[in-house]
DNA sequence: TGCATTTGTGTAAGCGCTTTCAGCACGCAA
DNA sequence: TTGCGTGCTGAAAGCGCTTACACAAATGCA
């Protein structure tokens, strides 16, 4: 890769800008004098450094995305689905991870030192470096969490997902809650999912931490909230949790949904593949990554630069993990879900 | 992010040199000025661009992964312990999807443009353009895959850990496999897996291939397989595709491991939780990126130049889902296991 | 005190591109 | 013939850094 323009220049016969505006294609060209560069480039096998077109363009081409860990589906739908749109765009995408580093504020100052803009999921950077970010003019898109003055934010709706959540289950006759897997952060998705079912139960339902999102941890957490006075139905925080939940309520000798009602949120793969099948909220986790990269492309071409606030619908899967249905009668929309999530049967 | 070193020079009243020497550390600079420049640094919030110092460092302190696609623990993981060591040894990394992708040469080559090495996981990137790119001087690091002329090759052993689990499996005194996910690429890792199977168990052991390695293809084609005279024991290529496997069963009314054993291979998270808990190999899937990322580091920075090709020790582990074993007995390694990987009991 | 080192700093030459600007040659209408 | 585009090309000025080199000032030592 150390072939430069001025070779092929030399080559070819003809100035370093003719080499140029023959391969971007500005600027006219004679016919005959592309003909000798494109020779020129393909016998020397010359590409064009990245860095040198990057410093005279003024921009990287490249996105970043900042995430705390890549644990399970959920990371990996986004991030894929924010890779492939990026990619669409020509820009290529430079990862960080948080998780577990020191330093968190140098690694993303260089990050956006490398980028043209970046998308920084939930609360995986601090607040107040946010706001030296936003000072600083750089490209910002944050994905579940709240809204946010100077940036873009794009989420799935929780709050009357959650709601509608809740409502099936008080359908079902329930009476004692458990939320599995209590929000550490407040703003973020799992904060407004527990708002929203609290906002239904009340006094009903309790909130259990997990130490982390995974199914260990929610298999830990529920182990030991099952030994106790334990509830008639456990809302889990997301899918992994409630998978966790699940195998905890196994290993105990419960019968779900009989003796134990389980939901999760996310519908991750492993959801509709869970005995009993999970009942769950349906979050479109590749799209919030496209959406993203394309908010993000918006911000850095300046097609737009007052900050939007993306709110993507839901849709409330409803399987057998949460209590026994009728066999085939369609289940009617609540009144609840108006305008907000779709219910679902899933075959 | 443009304020610039001449800017901090002109405020601290020194020559850009000055600034940045004082910035780096290299060559000497009076306590006095040191100070000022530092201050100006502070007063204008200086970040040195990340472009300028690439493009006169001839370097770009990035690396680059290519991958399939991200789909399930294996390549999230790998991924997660090359993110790690990279960004200790300062390297941002640069991530490239090629699923579902035109133009994957042109991806690839740019990504060459813009990191100074670069990962890529099994045959992602087809043979005439890793010649090309061995050719052009682009430091390479394989994973999951056969040596290579050029480049390094780093693998989790698989030949040696498939005869064991072969014969592990023909200890339990069956006498019909399957091998679910048969390979499609020669020379990766599944493709040694079922040489290693079919060693031991030679004409008693069919392939069958999944689309994918994914649950859900492991479902599909475990079902089709499991409807006709089917198998006493299926081996299964990873993880994943025994997972599907054992919800084929499940829902075909067989009992694991009674009426049929199911085994996997890499050991991911979901294989002890699996019910029956899966018997599986486990391969030090983070070790594979974190040994990937510093051998890259290697290349890059000169200490060697020579190819070499790493192959990283796995441990069979022996759960329920191929047979019963006796309640508390410490199984010893069978002699076939000499050398290659360690028998393990799970709790 | 004189001379040889250090030490500290600035100048300027890259690094590999893009792009503005000026210039040249040509064709065509006046 | 003059004048005026028009099409094509090259020189050169950046883009934001690092660092070799030159040089002045400060220091060490006899």
Redesign the pocket.
């Given at each position: 890769m150390?072939v430069?323009?001025?070779e092929v220049a030399k080559r070819a016969?003809?100035?370093?800008?003719?080499?140029?505006?023959a391969?971007?294609g500005?600027?006219?060209?004679?016919?005959?004098?592309r003909d000798k560069v494109l020779k020129a480039v393909e016998e020397l096998n010359?590409?064009?450094?990245r860095?040198?077109?990057s410093?005279?363009?003024?921009r990287h081409a490249a996105n970043g995305v900042v995430f705390p860990d890549l644990a399970g589906p959920y990371y990996t739908q986004v991030l894929l689905g924010y890779e492939e749109v990026a990619a669409e765009l020509g820009r290529s995408v430079v990862i960080l991870s948080t998780k577990g580093r020191t330093r968190v504020n140098d690694l993303i100052k260089d990050l956006a030192g490398r980028v043209d803009g970046m998308l920084i999921f939930g609360h995986a950077a601090p607040d107040p470096l946010v706001a030296e970010l936003v000072r600083l003019g750089v490209r910002l898109v944050f994905v579940s969490r709240d809204p946010l003055p100077g940036a873009d934010t794009i989420r799935s709706e929780n709050a009357a997902s959650a709601r509608a959540l809740a409502e099936h289950l008080a359908g079902h006759g329930y009476e004692r809650f458990a939320f599995l897997g209590a929000p550490l952060t407040s703003g973020d998705d799992v904060d407004e999912r527990w708002r929203g079912v609290r906002a239904v139960l009340g006094g009903a339902i309790e909130a259990v931490a997990t130490r982390e999102y995974t199914v260990d941890c929610g298999f830990d957490a529920a182990k030991k909230l099952l030994k106790g006075k334990r509830p008639e139905a456990i809302v889990c925080s997301d899918d992994e949790v409630a998978l966790g939940a699940l195998l905890a309520a196994e290993e105990l000798g419960l019968d779900v949904p009989g003796d134990l009602a389980v939901t999760g949120w996310d519908d991750i793969m492993a959801a509709r593949h869970a005995r009993p099948a999970l009942t769950t909220v349906r979050q479109p986790m590749r799209e919030l990554g496209a959406r993203a990269a394309r908010a993000l492309d918006e911000l850095i071409t300046g097609v737009r630069d007052t900050p939007r606030h993306l709110v993507l619908t839901t849709e409330l899967v409803v399987r057998s993990s949460c209590g026994a249905h009728p066999p085939s009668a369609e289940r009617p929309a609540s009144p609840a879900l108006s305008g907000g999530p779709r219910p679902l049967r899933d075959p």
């Open positions: 150390d430069t323009i001025y016969g003809v100035s370093i800008a003719t080499v140029s505006r391969l971007r500005t600027g006219p060209v004679a016919a005959k004098t010359f590409t064009p450094s860095l040198g077109v410093l005279a363009e003024g």
